[in-house]
């Protein structure tokens, strides 16, 4: 009886940590979005979106594609079912396919996940319904 016991703390440590990692690189997508988001002078923001979509963001992308098909086995982040992680990334591709659908075309295993995600119980319902906005 023991042995389990352990055996599902050291999974649920497991899981936690890999939340973790993923809210460090969530915490590094949105450190890059602001900096240009926030630029007041058009140019410069320009600029640094430019270089951001070029470079940190195929390097985010790879790293949210990379655990979603490695631990989360193609799913869900984690293997025992969708987390907050999931949410938040469902709704960033979401984000990401509104205002620059190119960025996704490349990236089935997210584009999976953002449908997964938004059809889920609840989730499906309430996107039906809600508010449609230009952000």
């Given at each position: 009886?023991?042995?389990?016991?352990?055996?599902?703390?050291?999974?649920?440590?497991?899981?936690?940590?890999?939340?973790?990692?993923?809210?460090?690189?969530?915490?590094?997508?949105?450190?890059?979005?602001?900096k240009f988001?926030?630029?007041?002078?058009?140019?410069?923001?320009?600029?640094?979106?430019?270089?951001?979509?070029?470079?940190?963001?195929?390097?985010?992308?790879?790293?949210?594609?990379?655990?979603?098909?490695?631990?989360?086995?193609?799913?869900?982040?984690?293997?025992?079912?969708?987390?907050?992680?999931?949410?938040v990334v469902?709704?960033?591709?979401?984000?990401?396919?509104?205002?620059?659908?190119?960025?996704?075309?490349?990236?089935?295993?997210?584009?999976?996940?953002?449908?997964?995600?938004?059809?889920?119980?609840?989730?499906?319902?309430?996107?039906?319904?809600?508010?449609?906005?230009?952000?």
């Amino acid at each position: 009886m023991c042995y389990y016991i352990y055996l599902y703390l050291l999974l649920l440590f497991v899981y936690i940590c890999r939340l973790v990692v993923l809210s460090c690189c969530l915490t590094d997508i949105w450190n890059s979005i602001y900096k240009f988001w926030m630029e007041p002078d058009a140019e410069k923001k320009e600029k640094l979106r430019d270089e951001y979509f070029k470079t940190g963001l195929v390097e985010h992308l790879d790293v949210l594609e990379s655990h979603l098909n490695g631990y989360g086995k193609g799913k869900f982040f984690v293997p025992s079912g969708v987390t907050w992680a999931d949410f938040v990334v469902a709704t960033f591709a979401f984000t990401l396919q509104k205002h620059f659908p190119a960025t996704l075309e490349q990236r089935e295993a997210l584009k999976a996940h953002m449908e997964r995600v938004n059809n889920l119980p609840g989730i499906k319902e309430w996107i039906a319904k809600r508010p449609q906005t230009d952000d």
